[in-house]
């Protein structure tokens, strides 16, 4: 077929566009748009080197080794190539025999998930010969209410297809989105329960501490008190058993019971063997004057302990006791 009886408009500029987007995209699809009301679907062009094989001149490419079985030596540059070659391929071979045709071409993603790019040009046949007498086409037979019907019935479900492909696409979509917030949130939750299970560790260790601090200082007070009051019971029993030997000694030296007991009992009084040891006292008690005195002061205070103790046992007797 030969190139030069056809023109494009616009068609430079799709193959731009087509090489640009071609190491994201994953097929392409050519339409025919003549008539604006439909768009006629012609022919579809996978970018992959299976493809691009038949609309490169191969022999002239590659070397005499080259293995026409073998498309992994077709790179990418010729794939977008021979995409260019197919579109005007399929371009001049639907102009045959007519003035000119519009064409769309649409790019669409791997799998056809999304469009990716769409672009309408002009091919022009220049050598059409519009004097060719036009065939009588049969009369064409009016259609039937069930032929409107069925027409009308594959439109809506197509229609509805394509809402329900786009619902589809909507509905993954949110999900998705839905999806990396819960994954979010999930992670942001984790990191602090994480960072909560650090404090309540650190916490708990604490507290853990303290009190063992406060057992060994609750142990430490109760050795503390258990030595006091061993030491003053020691103390004690060494007061008395002092006393006992004085009492022991007195009595071996010739004094009489009642000065041993006396003593015994002086020996008992911390605070009084420490007055009766003081130098000043012990002057004191030089003078016979001092001692008459001294003697005098220790009976009355006995006499007025004797009467307190008569008056508090004459209180404590009844009328009634009195009467018997």
């Not at 609309?55 to 010729?78: A, R």
């Not at 045709?101 to 002009?122: E, T």
């Not at 032929?147 to 979509?173: F, N, P, R």
Request: with cysteine; glycine share 6%.
């Amino acid at each position: 077929m030969s190139r030069d009886k056809f023109s494009y408009e616009g068609l430079k500029a799709i193959d731009g566009r087509i090489r640009r987007l071609s190491t994201e995209a994953g097929y392409l699809v050519i339409q025919d748009r003549t008539d604006r009301r439909q768009d006629d679907t012609l022919a579809r062009f996978n970018l992959t080197a299976e493809d691009a094989a038949a609309y490169l001149d191969l022999p002239t490419v590659f070397d005499d080794d080259y293995d026409p079985d073998d498309p992994s030596e077709i790179t990418h540059e010729m794939i977008c190539e021979a995409a260019a070659a197919w579109v005007r391929d399929v371009a001049e071979r639907n102009t045959v025999g007519e003035e000119w045709r519009r064409f769309r071409v649409r790019v669409y993603a791997p799998k056809g998930i999304r469009l990716m790019d769409s672009a309408q040009f002009v091919c022009r046949n220049h050598e059409a010969d519009l004097d060719l007498p036009v065939p009588e086409l049969p009369e064409m037979p009016l259609p039937t209410f069930d032929e409107a019907t069925a027409v009308a019935s594959s439109k809506g479900i197509k229609a509805l297809g394509d809402y329900y492909a786009q619902w589809g696409h909507l509905v993954i979509g949110s999900i998705g989105q839905l999806q990396g917030v819960n994954q979010s949130m999930i992670h942001h939750l984790h990191r602090q329960l994480q960072d909560a299970q650090e404090q309540v560790d650190k916490l708990v260790s604490t507290l853990l501490e303290n009190r063992a601090r406060e057992a060994e200082l609750a142990d430490a007070r109760e050795a503390e008190e258990r030595d006091s009051s061993a030491r003053t019971v020691l103390a004690q029993q060494a007061l008395e058993q002092l006393g006992e030997a004085a009492r022991a000694f007195l009595s071996t030296r010739g004094l009489t019971p009642e000065l041993a007991d006396v003593l015994g009992v002086i020996g008992t009084s911390p605070e009084l063997m420490r007055a009766l040891s003081s130098p000043d006292v012990r002057a004191l008690m030089q003078d016979p004057d001092n001692l008459k005195g001294l003697a005098a002061m220790l009976e009355g205070a006995a006499q007025q302990a004797r009467a307190m103790r008569e008056q508090a046992a004459n209180q404590s007797i009844t009328p009634e006791d009195a009467a018997a």
